[in-house]
């Protein structure tokens, strides 16, 4: 499976199963593959790749909802200093931050699930 990306001219080849797996995940499962890349990227210290991870994840905060906004500004705070810290080249800490978002995301996951 080829695609065509116009912003770069490149043909890149997509794995046709990871665009399956991508396509057919619930919203909670997107958020951990995004975790799981940006800390990935993280650990391989490419700061292109982890800071356009954490960006998708500042994209997604809602701010609009009183009910989450104080979550998302909190969520904001940490996105910026993680980014901040992949500059400095201060990797580990971004990538221990990182983690343990994940981890308290999949812990409020599966209590929804219960």
């Not at 391989?44 to 009183?66: A, M, P």
């Amino acid at each position: 499976m080829q695609n065509f990306t116009a912003a770069t001219g490149r043909h890149i080849k997509m794995n046709p199963y990871l665009v399956k797996d991508i396509l057919e995940a619930t919203p909670q499962q997107l958020v951990i593959k995004l975790y799981d890349l940006a800390i990935v990227s993280c650990k391989k210290h490419d700061l292109r790749r982890t800071n356009s991870s954490i960006q998708v994840l500042i994209n997604g905060l809602n701010f609009e909802n009183e009910n989450v906004k104080e979550i998302s500004t909190g969520l904001l705070r940490l996105y910026k200093f993680c980014q901040d810290k992949m500059r400095e080249g201060n990797y580990s800490i971004v990538a221990s931050i990182l983690s343990e978002l994940r981890e308290s995301w999949m812990q409020a996951f599966s209590s929804n699930n219960d």
